[in-house]
C-alpha cells in the first residue's frame, strides 16, 4: 500500500473536469436524452435485487468516462484491496477497517495479526442465534419466570441509529409478540416515558457501547437499573436476567456487574457507524429472527463482491460516489437529498447522515495536511410524498442545486396495489419533474419549474432483510470510495470529541473549570444553574 500523499486536483481527470463543468452550466439533461434514445439503458446498473437509474443526472458521456477516469487515476483499486486484506487503513486509531469480514460466513479463513477472525465472529453469532432463539421462543425468561414482552436497546451513535434503522424497515419480519424500543438522547425525557409502558418482570435491557463508558449510555442505563430497584425492589439488577451487554470492552461490562454468559463481544476494527454487522445488531436478531439477520449479512457480502470485482462503469458503489464528486466538486452542491418513498425506511437519512458525515466530514487530508477542496457534502430528507408537501418547493423552484437519491420498493406485501402504485407514480413523476422542469410562454414565472435538476432512482425489488443489506453496504462503499478520491481518513471521527471534553468540564462541580470559558459560556450555565 501506497504511503505517498495523493491530490486528486492534480489528477489529469480532475483538469480536464473542471472546463466540463463550465459547459454543463449550459446543458441541459433532457437533451442528453435527445442525443441518445437508449440513455435510459446506458445510465442503468442492476446488482440482484437493486436497481440504478442514474440517467437524470447532469452528467454527458464525456462526464462519466472523465469521472471513470478520476477514480482509476486515484489510489482506489489499491486502497480497496487494503481494507479488504485487513490493513491498518484508519492510520490515526492504528486500527484495520474490517467490518466486511463480518459478513463474510462462507468466505476462507480471514486471519489478521494471527488472529482467526473468522472463527470469532462465527463464535459469536452462534451465541446470538442461541440467545436469540431462546428470548423469541419465550424459554429466557426474566426473574420471575416471565417471557419478555419488551426488549429496550440503549446505546447511541452507531449503537442505535443503525439497529434501529433495519428494525423499522423490516417490521414485516418482526415478532409478534415482542415490542422493540431504542433508547439514546441523554434527554431523561425519553427513557422516563418509556419505562412508564414497560413490566419490570417481562423487560430485557441491551447495554450497547463499544467501550462501555459512553456518558448517554450509562447514564440511561443507570435510569433503568434505578426504576428495577423502585418498581421492583431489585437493587443491582444489572446482574439479572434482565440486563444484556453488547461491547468490544468487556472487562467494562464485567466491572459494571453484568454476568458473563450475557456479555456479547466485537472488535475495535468494527466501526460504530458500520457495526450493525456484528453484535450490535443483537437487538436486529431478536426482532427478526437469527436466520434473517444472516440474510442481511449475505445480502451486504454480495455487495461487496460487486464492489471489487466489478469494473468502476458498472460498479454501483462508485458511479454513486462520482456523481457525488461531480456534484460537490465541480458544480456546487452542498447537500444530497435522500428520499425514501416508503414509510418503514424513514430512519434511513438519519443514520445516512451518521455514515456519511461522520466519515467524511474531513477537512485535512490522510497525511494531516489542510485540503483546499470541499469533501462530504450535508445529507438530508425523509419519507415521500411527505416531503413534497414540505421542501420540495425548494427542490423545484429554489436557487441552490440539490441532487437527490429516490429510493422504493417495487413490490410491498404490506400495502395494497393502488396505494403502493400511487406512491411509485409519485416518486417516478418527481424525478420527471425535477428534469424537465415547465416553462415558457404563457407560463407565469412563479409558476415556472426550471427543471435540470438531478435525481438517482434506486429501487429494490422487495424490501427483504438480504435487499436492505445490499443496499446498506452500497452506501458504505459509496463513502468509502468518496474518502479515498478525497484523500482523507473515512473511519475516524475525532471531531465528536471536543464538545464532549467540554460539557464534562462545564458538567464538574469545580468552579476552576468555568474560568476558562468564554464569558457567555459562563453566563449560561449560571442561568442554568440558577
Request: with cysteine.
Amino acid at each position: 500500500m501506497t504511503t505517498t500523499s495523493f491530490d486528486p486536483t492534480s489528477t489529469p481527470a480532475w483538469q480536464q473536469l473542471k472546463p466540463l463543468a463550465a459547459d454543463a452550466n449550459s446543458e441541459n439533461i433532457t437533451d442528453y436524452f435527445n442525443q441518445n434514445p437508449n440513455r435510459h439503458q446506458d445510465y442503468a446498473l442492476r446488482q440482484e435485487g437493486l436497481y440504478l437509474d442514474y440517467s437524470k443526472n447532469l452528467v454527458s458521456d464525456k462526464v462519466r468516462q472523465c469521472l471513470t477516469a478520476l477514480a482509476e487515476q486515484s489510489p482506489l483499486k489499491e486502497k480497496m484491496a487494503a481494507m479488504f486484506a485487513g490493513e491498518r487503513i484508519n492510520t490515526t486509531e492504528d486500527r484495520s477497517v474490517l467490518h466486511t469480514v463480518l459478513r463474510d460466513l462462507d468466505g476462507d479463513d480471514h486471519v489478521v495479526d494471527g488472529a482467526n477472525l473468522t472463527q470469532a465472529i462465527a463464535a459469536e453469532l452462534d451465541k446470538m442465534d442461541r440467545f436469540a432463539e431462546s428470548v423469541r421462543s419465550g424459554n429466557w425468561t426474566g426473574e420471575t419466570g416471565k417471557a419478555i414482552t419488551d426488549i429496550v436497546n440503549i446505546g447511541i451513535g452507531g449503537s442505535d441509529l443503525g439497529p434501529k434503522m433495519v428494525c423499522k424497515a423490516l417490521e414485516q419480519y418482526a415478532h409478534e409478540r415482542i415490542n422493540f424500543h431504542f433508547i439514546s438522547n441523554v434527554d431523561g425525557a425519553e427513557i422516563n416515558s418509556t419505562l412508564k409502558r414497560l413490566n419490570p418482570e417481562t423487560s430485557l435491557f441491551i447495554i450497547s457501547s463499544k467501550t462501555f463508558t459512553t456518558q448517554e449510555t450509562l447514564m440511561n442505563a443507570e435510569a433503568a437499573l434505578n426504576w428495577y430497584q423502585s418498581q421492583a425492589g431489585m437493587a443491582n439488577a444489572q446482574n439479572s436476567k434482565h440486563f444484556i451487554a453488547v461491547t468490544a470492552n468487556p472487562a467494562n461490562a464485567k466491572k459494571y456487574g453484568i454476568a458473563d454468559n450475557q456479555i456479547f463481544e466485537f472488535w475495535d476494527w468494527v466501526g460504530g457507524r458500520y457495526s450493525l454487522w456484528s453484535a450490535i445488531g443483537l437487538s436486529i436478531a431478536l426482532c427478526i429472527g437469527m436466520d434473517h439477520f444472516k440474510r442481511l449479512l449475505a445480502g451486504a457480502k454480495a455487495m461487496d463482491d460487486h464492489f471489487r470485482t466489478a469494473p468502476y462503469g458498472q460498479n454501483m458503489p462508485v458511479i454513486l460516489a462520482l456523481l457525488g464528486i461531480w456534484y460537490s466538486n465541480f458544480l456546487g452542491a452542498e447537500t444530497v437529498a435522500v428520499i425514501p418513498y416508503c414509510e418503514r425506511m424513514g430512519l434511513l437519512p438519519s443514520y445516512l447522515q451518521q455514515l456519511d458525515m461522520e466519515s467524511n466530514g474531513k477537512s485535512v487530508n490522510a497525511e494531516g495536511e489542510p485540503i483546499d477542496y470541499d469533501t462530504g457534502p450535508i445529507i438530508w430528507g425523509q419519507t415521500g410524498t411527505n416531503g413534497q408537501h414540505a421542501f420540495f418547493q425548494l427542490l423545484h423552484q429554489g436557487t441552490r442545486l440539490v441532487p437527490l437519491d429516490l429510493i422504493a420498493t417495487i413490490s410491498d406485501p404490506l400495502s395494497n396495489p393502488e396505494q403502493h402504485r400511487a406512491l411509485l407514480g409519485n416518486l417516478v413523476a418527481q424525478s420527471a419533474a425535477l428534469m424537465a422542469g415547465e416553462s415558457g410562454e404563457g407560463i407565469p414565472s412563479y409558476k415556472s419549474y426550471p427543471g435540470n435538476r438531478p435525481t438517482n432512482v434506486l429501487l429494490m425489488d422487495e424490501l427483504s432483510p438480504y435487499n436492505l443489506g445490499s443496499l446498506i453496504a452500497l452506501y458504505e462503499h459509496k463513502v468509502f470510495t468518496q474518502g479515498i478520491i478525497w484523500n482523507i481518513n473515512s473511519f475516524d471521527q475525532w471531531g465528536v470529541e471536543l464538545g464532549k471534553k467540554l460539557a464534562k468540564s462545564l458538567l464538574s462541580d469545580s468552579a476552576s473549570q468555568l474560568s476558562g470559558f468564554d464569558s457567555s459560556t459562563q453566563a449560561l450555565m449560571a442561568l442554568i444553574q440558577k
